[in-house]
């Protein structure tokens, strides 16, 4: 959702006319609407791995989907189609396939959805080159970068210490757990925050679900610890940061490189392995380090602990960070939509 957010916020609306279609209810819609786009639904459901019970009652999800599908292209009349994933995006793509459609595929591997998708759109952009390897040579594939917001872009290391009132000379930990939370990061800050204060500042933001358990234990955790729900100003975090812990989502591709932040990443290991493909990427590039979520209690603190008592590395992490940013990955999409749409 937030990539094509992000590449809203690079067009002219009142040249452009953008509709976004999504699902009914939920947080999309107020995300969205709260932007000033037109917003519509439609009915969808996943079949993947779904129950023989299930089965029958998404699969006519999905025909509803498809038939309101079919009544907002004939109001709206688009002249090219984006699509970022999810199974909503399904029944839209079968019925807009006289339409032109750019598929953006956030992670490397792409999920089962997007495979799917991209049989039916004209072209691909994806986020880095080694998702090349999972479609069709004969698919145009343009490497963009990931879609970074505006608002990061605009904090600055000394800006985003003196947001949280952070002491410059020493280091600071940013731990990340997502909208809605990582409850085993939560939990392993908890475990050794009193030993992480010693020697640093530590940004927490425990996502909603775990937040009402981390401030109810950390009432006496000090001035170096600053936790969070949620933050609009994660960019004030991001910059702020010496070192991030979270998970391996596709935004650490665009939002960790932006900053040069090296980062210990944690894929959530009771999914498909998105994350753990995404981690072994910066990995690779010698731009973050893994730890498996089982390892967490045991051994999150010697990890920081020797990344930090090692500046030479952390910078050489920071470099190979940064290397990676494309910080105009909105605007490349942008500009692909708008070649499609005069085609």
């Known amino acids: 959702m937030y990539p094509a957010l992000t590449v809203t916020e690079t067009l002219d609306k009142t040249k452009h006319p953008i509709l976004w279609v999504g699902s009914e209810g939920g947080m999309e819609e107020a995300l969205v609407t709260r932007t000033g786009l037109d917003y519509q639904s439609i009915q969808a459901a996943g079949v993947h791995g779904v129950s023989f019970k299930d089965l029958p009652r998404n699969l006519a999800r999905l025909a ?3 038939r309101q599908s079919k009544t907002i292209l004939k109001s709206f009349q688009p002249d090219v189609m984006l699509f970022t994933g999810g199974y909503v995006a399904i029944p839209m793509a079968l019925a807009g396939m006289k339409y032109k ?7 490397i591997e792409p999920g089962l959805a997007l495979k799917t998708l991209a049989r039916f759109s004209d072209r691909i952009a994806m986020t880095v080159n080694d998702t090349k390897k999972w479609f069709k040579a004969n698919k145009k594939m343009t490497i963009t970068g990931y879609p970074l917001r505006e608002e990061l872009k605009k904090w600055t290391r000394e800006k985003a210490q003196a947001y949280f009132k952070l002491e410059p000379g020493i280091p600071t930990i940013l731990f990340i757990g997502g909208s809605s939370g990582a409850r085993s990061i939560n939990q392993a800050v908890m475990a050794i925050l009193d030993q992480l204060t010693l020697d640093y500042q ?3 933001l425990t996502g909603l679900l775990d937040w009402e358990t981390v401030e109810a234990n950390t009432v006496d955790a000090g001035p170096r ?3 969070f ?3 609009h100003e994660v960019g004030a975090a991001l910059a702020a940061a010496d070192l991030a812990v979270s998970r391996a989502g596709a ?3 665009g939002e960790y490189p932006y900053f040069g932040l090296p980062a210990i ?4 290991p009771y999914a498909w392995r998105y994350q753990k493909v995404n981690a072994d990427y910066l990995v ?3 731009a973050a380090v893994l730890l498996r979520d089982e390892d967490l209690r045991t051994q999150l603190l010697d990890t920081i602990h020797e990344l930090l008592a090692q500046p030479d590395q952390l910078a050489h992490m920071s470099r190979n960070m940064r290397a990676l940013s494309q910080p105009m990955a909105a605007e490349r999409i942008a500009e692909l939509l708008f070649e499609m749409a005069e085609a």
């Open 265 to 268: 990443l944690v894929p959530y």
């Open 229 to 231: 729900p949620y933050l």
């Open 101 to 107: 459609s750019l598929l953006y595929v956030p992670d």
């Open 64 to 66: 509803r989907g498809y």
């Open 284 to 286: 690779d590039r010698e």
């Open 202 to 204: 530590v940004i927490h």
């Open 251 to 253: 935004s650490t591709l």
């Open 225 to 227: 610890y600053h936790a």
